[in-house]
């Protein structure tokens, strides 16, 4: 599909482009029309056109909404770059203010990941917008990139893991771009008894419970967002989301291995502190392995980096 969607493109109305590209977003097109301020009967006429032109079917219909097809899902992926260019020749030419801004991200549980969201939505400027971060499990990460459900995912890779995660990354014609690299920190409530501590030993952790986030149906080991994830624990509770997992660090004095990144005005409660083992995470995005980053990505991605170059990581892109 790739060699002809060019000659394509030639052929398509914008107009019909940014019907689509708001209709996958939403996963239906009543709740697409309704934003956009077009008769559903309208957009729905455009889109079959585009169908047509295409030459293959971009959407699965149903009474629940519309879902992209595997020929949709590529085509998302360059009608975004058209409709994002044409905006911004909008702005700088005609003089035209920011559109409504696009963007959805899947992650694990970093703070450094929201942090650069929220900067990045500022930076938009757009009076309108529709953004989406999504925290999740690991193999839905990669679920929601490969269905371009969300454009980039965020998540870790280390020597455990690395070869099952990249498996599953180039089976879903991905690709894993590395961020940076972290020593092994916890991190725990100020309250905690080795909240004075220069670094700790896994020795050191023995009494109290480890938290980690679930899984789900794909809990293997390789897929765990902690390192270490096949080491006993006497104490040990699985957990869904970072408010959680924080209030149990404060209430249980419990503790979770991460990158040592924590933002001090998201989670003014929770510290880091190095943890003495030999080994490294290795922070990374991915993304289609044919499709490249939106503009509105490529901030987000920028973002990241901005927010972890003060944490004494190395950078690696």
Do not use: C
């Not at 060019?6 to 977003?25: C, D, K, N, P, W």
């Not at 949709?72 to 030419?93: I, N, P």
């Amino acid at each position: 599909m790739a060699r002809d969607v060019a000659s394509t493109v030639r052929g398509i109305a914008l107009q019909q482009l940014r019907y689509f590209v708001e209709v996958a977003a939403e996963g239906s097109i009543s709740a697409a029309a309704d934003l956009l301020y077009v008769a559903q009967p309208t957009m729905s006429a455009a889109l079959k056109d585009l169908e047509r032109r295409v030459g293959r079917t971009l959407f699965v219909r149903s009474t629940r909404g519309v879902t992209l097809t595997e020929d949709g899902a590529e085509f998302l992926g360059y009608a975004r770059q058209v409709v994002e260019q044409s905006e911004l020749l909008e702005q700088r030419y005609l003089g035209r203010g920011p559109a409504r801004r696009l963007l959805a991200v899947s992650t694990q549980h970093y703070s450094f990941v929201v942090d650069a969201f929220v900067r990045m939505v500022k930076a938009s400027e757009a009076p309108e917008y529709s953004f989406s971060l999504r925290e999740t499990r690991t193999w839905e990460i990669i679920e929601d990139v490969r269905t371009l459900r969300s454009e980039l995912g965020v998540l870790y890779r280390n020597e455990f893991n690395a070869s099952v995660i990249d498996k599953l990354i180039r089976e879903a014609g991905l690709v894993f771009t590395p961020l940076f690299l972290a020593s092994p920190h916890i991190f725990i409530a100020r309250t905690n008894p080795l909240a004075g501590r220069k670094s700790v030993e896994l020795s050191d952790l023995e009494e109290f419970p480890r938290l980690t986030f679930d899984q789900g149906a794909n809990n293997s080991f390789y897929l765990s967002e902690e390192i270490l994830s096949t080491r006993s624990s006497k104490q040990e509770i699985r957990v869904s989301d970072r408010a959680t997992i924080f209030n149990l660090m404060i209430g249980l004095g419990g503790y979770t291995i991460s990158t040592g990144i924590v933002s001090d005005d998201l989670d003014p409660s929770i510290i880091a502190v190095p943890l003495d083992v030999d080994d490294r995470i290795e922070i990374g995005w991915i993304g289609h392995a044919s499709v490249s980053l939106t503009v509105q990505a490529q901030r987000f991605v920028a973002e990241m980096r901005d927010v972890v170059s003060g944490f004494g990581v190395d950078l690696l892109t």
